[in-house]
């Protein structure tokens, strides 16, 4: 069939996402994506001319073969990293009826299955707003009714904010963005009403004296989620046995922060990469404020010396709230083995001697560092500070859950 010949062939490239460069210890195998199919829509990812050229082929043999016809009047074509190259595909695009390449320089983003596929700001707050549109004419229909206060709140939850949970489990929005088609609901819900019930009431269950409504923020953060908990329980010894989706999660959260375990960012906040410029909202900032809403307690958590060491250093420190001591820029780039090491006799984690010739790499900032832990300006996390006293024995490696 067309798209077993295209993954049939070797030939054709398609997409491959790999781990970044200095990934290492247990590298994720590369995922590589050639189509993508739901009901009768398939999407396929070109890498090059050549792919293009084999696909126009496969959809001529196959139109030979079936008797069949493309309606490429519903063809699209778009560029993944949202830069127009229009001009190194134009002339094979065009042979094949396709005469636009979507990009960041559109104004509407391409819709693929009813989600948005945004590759500008600009896009993004356009879709939003179309959906702020949409949600009001639901709301003035509803508003010219007599409904009670329960009504009203069966009506925001059932027939308005239901219209935004589909797209919310995959498009990224800014909390500006949550807020204004919050404030829509608000909008319906306190017309009419004095006085105005405030939105953390209308949020609380009734049982708690409110009415139930769907908070918008926590209901995002909710479907997001979904992607994550798969992510939390996966060991790099079961990569085979998850979903594609899920591996390409694990190699985007990996490749951003320049990790070995995606686990680490996702759970330690101090060790995320900041970009000091951001052009959009992205993936990788909603499933950190997903992973955040949850309420988490490392004081009690026991790891292994050897998972300690593979540890991020500035995961185990921390400044104390009184003091202005400023962190090396090199700490984000250290891991606890950098300055830390293993005494085998008496199983703890000491400071590295001050003599030791792979300090040397790191110029200055293991003295600063070891000089800010004795003055008590920098602290070591509760999780990590018993694996600094000698202990009878090794510990086991277990680890208790901290979420």
């Known amino acids: 069939t067309f798209l077993q010949a295209i993954l049939q062939d070797e030939d054709f490239a398609g997409y491959t996402l790999g781990s970044h460069q200095d990934s290492s210890t247990h590298p994720v195998p590369s995922v590589n994506t050639k189509l993508l199919c739901y009901a009768d829509d398939a999407l396929v990812f070109i890498n090059n001319r050549n792919d293009l050229r084999l696909l126009d082929y496969y959809m001529d043999l196959f139109c030979r073969a079936s008797n069949a016809k493309f309606n490429y009047n519903k063809v699209e074509a778009f560029s993944l990293s949202g830069r127009d190259h229009w001009p190194f595909w134009q002339r094979q695009l065009e042979a094949m009826h396709i005469h636009h390449l979507h990009s960041r320089k559109d104004d509407l983003p391409l819709i693929y299955l009813g989600f948005p596929l945004v590759q500008s700001t600009a896009q993004r707050q356009n879709h939003v707003q179309s959906i702020i549109s949409k949600l009001e004419v639901a709301v003035k229909l509803h508003s010219i009714r007599s409904l009670s206060v329960v009504g009203k709140a069966t009506v925001v939850n059932t027939l308005v904010l239901s219209k935004c949970w589909y797209i919310f489990r995959v498009t990224a929005l800014t909390q500006q963005d949550i ?132 540890l991020p250093l500035q995961a185990v420190l921390y400044v104390s709230p009184h003091s202005t001591f400023r962190l090396p820029t090199k700490l984000r780039e250290m891991k606890v083995l950098d300055v830390f090491q293993h005494n085998t006799d008496h199983h703890f984690l ?52 901290a979420i």
Not at 184 to 189: D, G, K, N, S, T
Not at 377 to 395: I, N, R, T, V
């Open 350 to 401: 000491h400071w590295k001697d001050t003599s030791d010739p792979s300090l040397r790499s790191w110029k200055l900032a293991p003295k600063k560092l070891f000089n800010g832990l004795a003055s008590g300006d920098l602290l070591l996390q509760p999780f990590f500070q018993p694996l600094c006293l000698p202990s009878p024995a090794p510990d086991n490696g277990r680890v208790d859950s």
């Open 179 to 310: 807020q204004s088609i919050t404030s829509v609901a608000i909008r319906f819900l306190k017309s009419g009403i004095f006085p105005a019930i405030p939105w953390s009431t209308w949020t609380l269950p009734k049982n708690q004296g409110g009415l139930g409504i769907l908070d918008v923020k926590a209901q995002y953060a909710a479907l997001y989620f979904r992607w994550i908990q798969p992510l939390l329980t996966v060991s790099y010894t079961t990569l085979d046995d998850i979903s594609p989706l899920s591996r390409m999660l694990i190699h985007y959260i990996n490749n951003i922060n320049h990790s070995s375990h995606h686990q680490v960012p996702l759970l330690l906040p101090t060790t995320r990469r900041i970009f000091l410029r951001r052009t959009r909202m992205a993936t990788i900032d909603i499933i950190y404020k997903s992973i955040d809403l949850l309420p988490r307690n490392f004081d009690s958590v026991r790891i292994s010396h050897a998972t300690s060491l593979q």
